[in-house]
Structures are given as structure tokens and as C-alpha cells.
């Protein structure tokens, strides 16, 4: 075994889990199981992960419309802050 240093934020955060664990799986879990538990869960869907980071169909045409509004909403700022 070796020892790692985590801030204390980190370290409540990680019994709040562990202890969430043991209530879910009814016995005694310690730091490494409840690590172990959390590295498992990111690498279980990692197909999910991919579709999710995937660009939208769309995607660009929304981004040109958010710029173009953009624009227009500048254009009306000006003119009312203008003398």
C-alpha cells in the first residue's frame, strides 16, 4: 500500500461517498474500494461519453444564429446609447 495526500475538501467529499457506498452495499468500505468504485463508474459507459461529447447535428447552423443575434443586439445597444 502507499499513501497519497488529498486536501481535506477532497477528503470529505470522498466520505460522503464511501459512506454512501456502504449504505448502498451494506458492509464496510474503505478509501481504496470507494476510489476504486468511482474509477470504474467513469470507464463503465464509455460509448455514452463519446456520443455525449459528439457535436450536434445543427450545431452550426445555432451558432451562427447566436452570433448573428449577437450582432443584431450590439447594433441596438449602440444606437440607444448613442447622443
Known sequence: MSTISIKE???EELL???SELQIRLRR??????????LLMRRRR????LKEA???????EDA???????RRRDEGRAERRLRP
Open 63 to 69: 451558432r451562427r444564429a447566436l452570433v448573428e443575434e
Open 53 to 59: 461529447c459528439a457535436p450536434m447535428s445543427g450545431a
Open 16 to 18: 460522503k461517498f464511501a
Open 45 to 48: 459507459h464509455p460509448a455514452l
Open 28 to 37: 464496510r468500505v474503505d478509501y481504496n474500494e470507494a476510489i476504486h468504485h
Open 9 to 11: 475538501d477532497v477528503k
